[in-house]
T-cell receptor
Framework: ETGVTQTPRHLVMGMTNKKSLKCEQH?????MYWYKQSAKKPLELMFV???????ENNSVPSRFSPECPNSSHLFLHLHTLQPEDSALYLC???????????????FGPGTRLLVL | GQNIDQPTEMTATEGAIVQINCTYQ??????LFWYQQHAGEAPTFLSY??LDGLEEKGRFSSFLSRSKGYSYLLLKELQMKDSASYLC??????????WGAGTKLIIKP
């Protein structure tokens, strides 16, 4: 399944580093999502984009900065992270944004991030 | 608040049947998803239920009771490759997805 790809798959960074996560979807979808997945916790929705416009920011700290240049690509820029930010970061896409209809989300394999 | 409850971990034997339960309390209901996630991989869509009853897809079935706020995923003829986490997610009245923490299923030979 290569509908949604993410790079890198693993990332180790120090608290003073700046890095970026990349997501690309090949499904022709209009909506894209960033999630944080921590062990034994529910998926936490971070950001939502619809037609490359941000529609949701769930009180995410400013050290996480999303960018969506077009409907197929989504980035998450990271700077001055904390050790508690270590987690699996998942990207997902759906045909459209909910808003009155049920949309199935398709996920990428995630980036496993470790902040030292 | 909104809440999804699933067991943290379950163990079952190859060839057997296992039922993974999910209970929910949400503001409204527009359907329930089950996803499968193998370790280090993407969650993949398994099923979507919006009406009461049982939906069967091969070895996997999903059941929903809206009045009880309850769903289960039934896996038959378990195979080693079914070892994974199973995520339950409910769509609330605002069409937001509310996720459970997932159930890690361990299959033993």
């Amino acid at each position: 399944e290569t509908g949604v790809t993410q790079t890198p798959r693993h990332l180790v960074m120090g608290m003073t580093n700046k890095k970026s996560l990349k997501c690309e979807q090949h499904l022709g979808h209009n909506a894209m999502y960033w999630y944080k997945q921590s062990a034994k916790k529910p998926l936490e929705l971070m950001f939502v984009y619809n037609f490359k416009e941000q529609t949701e920011n769930n009180s995410v700290p400013s050290r996480f900065s999303p960018e969506c240049p077009n409907s197929s690509h989504l980035f998450l820029h990271l700077h001055t992270l904390q050790p508690e930010d270590s987690a699996l970061y998942l990207c997902a896409s759906s045909q459209d944004l909910g808003g009155g209809a049920v949309e199935t989300q398709y996920f990428g394999p995630g980036t496993r991030l470790l902040v030292l | 608040g909104q809440n999804i409850d699933q067991p943290t971990e379950m163990t079952a034997t190859e060839g057997a049947i296992v039922q993974i339960n999910c209970t929910y309390q949400t503001s409204g209901f527009n359907g329930l998803f089950w996803y499968q996630q193998h370790a280090g991989e993407a969650p993949t869509f398994l099923s979507y239920n919006v009406l009461d009853g049982l939906e069967e897809k091969g070895r996997f079935s999903s059941f929903l009771s809206r009045s009880k706020g309850y769903s289960y995923l039934l896996l038959k003829e378990l195979q080693m490759k079914d070892s994974a986490s199973y995520l339950c997610a409910v769509i609330d009245s605002n069409y937001q997805l509310i996720w459970g923490a997932g159930t890690k299923l361990i299959i033993k030979p």
